[in-house]
C-alpha cells in the first residue's frame, strides 16, 4: 500500500546543531508540505513544493530549509537548531488535482 | 493573522448526541475546506471536505454545512461516537484559485464524546 512515513518518529539534539527530518512517500504525489503543531497554533506551514527542484517558504520558513531531488522524498533541514523549534513535525502529501494532503505519523523534536 | 478560526478549543458531548464543531474565516479567496481528525502521536487524517459551490456535504454520521455570506462552517457528527474523541482541524485552500492546494489550519478543537 502506498503511504507516508516519517523519519526519526522522535528526536532530542541541542541548540546549534543540524537536524534533518526525513519525509518518504510512495503515493508519487506531486505536492509535498512540511507543518509543525504547536499548542495554540494548530498546523503552521513550514516549507513545500509542487515538483522536484521545486521549493516554496510557508508561513513560519525562518531557520529551517528543505530541498526536492526526486519525487518520494522531501527532507527538513534545520540549520541551527532553536528552543523555539521544539515542536512536532509533520509531513503530507497530496495530487496536483486533489485537495486533501495526507500526513505522516510526524516526528516530535525537543532541541535541549 | 490567523486566517481560520476555531474559537472553542474543547468540547464534551455524551455518547449518541449531536457533536457541533465551528470554524469561521476571514480570507474571501478560500474556495475549498475540509476537516481533519487527529488522534495523539499520530498525523492528522482526512474527514470530509466541501467546496464553496456547496452548502452541506454529507459522508455517513459525518456532515459538513458551509455559510458563505459569514465565512463560517461546522462539522456536525451524529451520532457521536467514543471513538470521535480526538481534535479536530479546520482547513482552508484557495485551490485551484491560487495556493496550489496549500492549506491554511485552524488551532483545532479538543472533542471528548462521553459515556
Known amino acids: 500500500d502506498a503511504e507516508i512515513t516519517q523519519s526519526p518518529r522522535h528526536k532530542i539534539t541541542e541548540t546549534g546543531r543540524q537536524v534533518t527530518l526525513a519525509c518518504h512517500q510512495t503515493w508519487n504525489h506531486n505536492n509535498m508540505f512540511w507543518y509543525r503543531q504547536d499548542l495554540g497554533h494548530g498546523l503552521r506551514l513550514i516549507h513545500y513544493?509542487?515538483?522536484?527542484?521545486?521549493?516554496n517558504k510557508g508561513e513560519v520558513s525562518d531557520g529551517y530549509s528543505v530541498s526536492r531531488s526526486n519525487t518520494e522524498d522531501l527532507p527538513l533541514t534545520l540549520e541551527s537548531a532553536a528552543s523555539s523549534q521544539t515542536s512536532v513535525y509533520f509531513c503530507?502529501?497530496?495530487?496536483?488535482?486533489?485537495?486533501?494532503?495526507?500526513f505522516g505519523p510526524g516526528t516530535r523534536l525537543t532541541v535541549t | 493573522d490567523q486566517q481560520v478560526k476555531q474559537n472553542s478549543p474543547s468540547l464534551s458531548v455524551q455518547e449518541g448526541r449531536i457533536s457541533i464543531l465551528n470554524c469561521d474565516y476571514t480570507n474571501s479567496m478560500f474556495d475549498y475546506f475540509l476537516w481533519y481528525k487527529k488522534y495523539p502521536a499520530e498525523g492528522p487524517t482526512f474527514l470530509i471536505s466541501i467546496s464553496s459551490i456547496k452548502d452541506k456535504n454529507e459522508d455517513g454520521r459525518f456532515t459538513v454545512f458551509l455559510n458563505k455570506s459569514a465565512k463560517h462552517l461546522s462539522l456536525h457528527i451524529v451520532p457521536s461516537q467514543p471513538g470521535d474523541s480526538a481534535v479536530y482541524f479546520c482547513?482552508?485552500?484557495?485551490?485551484?484559485?491560487?495556493?496550489?492546494?496549500?492549506?491554511?489550519f485552524g488551532t483545532g478543537t479538543q472533542l471528548k464524546v462521553e459515556l
Open positions: 503530507a502529501s497530496s495530487t496536483r488535482k486533489g485537495g486533501e494532503q495526507y
Open positions: 513544493s509542487y515538483g522536484v527542484q521545486d521549493t
Open positions: 482547513a482552508a485552500s484557495g485551490w485551484p484559485a491560487g495556493g496550489g492546494n496549500k492549506l491554511t
